[in-house]
């Protein structure tokens, strides 16, 4: 639901019109489903080299974008493209270790599946119009498919499921599949990892809840990875309502659990990319530092399946 894209700095440098400025300025970055990649370190230097100069007002409209972008990129700790040759030959490489959803280049004397122009940023373009609001099956292998671009990319997630009840193998399904997303490809820890869940009179004592999460760094949790488990008592500031998943890069509300159905309706998981007004707000709300909730206690596990 959100997906990392290429741009081609040499692309960036034109999109200094009214009319491009004001198409691509809101189409990026937090509260959106394309995050834009850091590639290379240098990125905002190359645009400003493309820019062939302008008016003020072209200057500034790219300033801005690139202040916006720059927001939240997405850096790759070791960069495999060389960069004394052609950008695109170089982002090819990187292309194939971990595929981005599109490449954004004018340059046409290649052709690419995930290659597309300002043109093609239409929604009429698959790899451009992606949906903010998906229906999935609610199954485990369904969960991670959805998700999957989303964790491979966040380098800071928190899960937020009131109802987690750690001894349904219905969750472990769920949070199993998700974990393993989180480490495709990367190192354990390199990623932060956050389980936020209810704590009221209906639920388990603490001391129930952190006994049925003990088979959890065995069957649940990948090796090298950490996962802090925090609950957090309503003391009338906030409520617990939908569940999110809430990243460095974005977050998603889902109006039902994270847990498999035992006989999944088709199409019958939600799921919505937050604005950024929303995410801004459940982000702070939701850590064990906060004053929206009374904060119980918090256990680490670390992975060993």
Known sequence: ????????????????????????????GIGTPRIVARLPKHWRRMVWDAFKGGTIDEQARIEELLKAMGEKMIRRPIEVGDWDSDWLSAILEEDKLTNFQAIISSSKDRVLDNLIGFEDMNNLNKLWDIDVRVNFDRSASEFARC????????????????????HDLRHQAVSRALFKE???????????????????????????????LNSWPDRVIPEGLAVEFIRLQENGRARFHDRFILTDIGGISLPD???EEDNPTPQGGRA??????????????????????????????????
């Open 1 to 28: 639901m959100i997906y990392e894209f290429a741009i081609d700095p040499a692309e960036v440098a034109t999109w200094s019109s009214r009319e491009k400025y004001g198409y691509v300025y809101n189409a990026f």
């Open 147 to 166: 998700f999957r671009p989303m964790l491979r990319l966040a380098e800071e997630i928190r899960f937020v499921d009131a109802h987690l009840k750690p």
């Open 182 to 212: 989180i480490v495709a490809n990367r190192s354990p820890d390199t990623v932060r990892v956050q389980f936020i869940c209810q704590d009221s009179d209906q639920k388990p004592d603490w001391d129930t809840f952190s006994l049925r």
């Open 257 to 259: 659990g994270l847990d």
């Open 272 to 305: 919505t990319v937050m604005r950024r007004d929303e995410y801004e707000t459940e982000w702070q709300r939701y850590k064990n530092t906060t004053v929206d909730f009374n904060l119980e206690k918090t256990v680490n596990l670390f992975g060993r399946l």
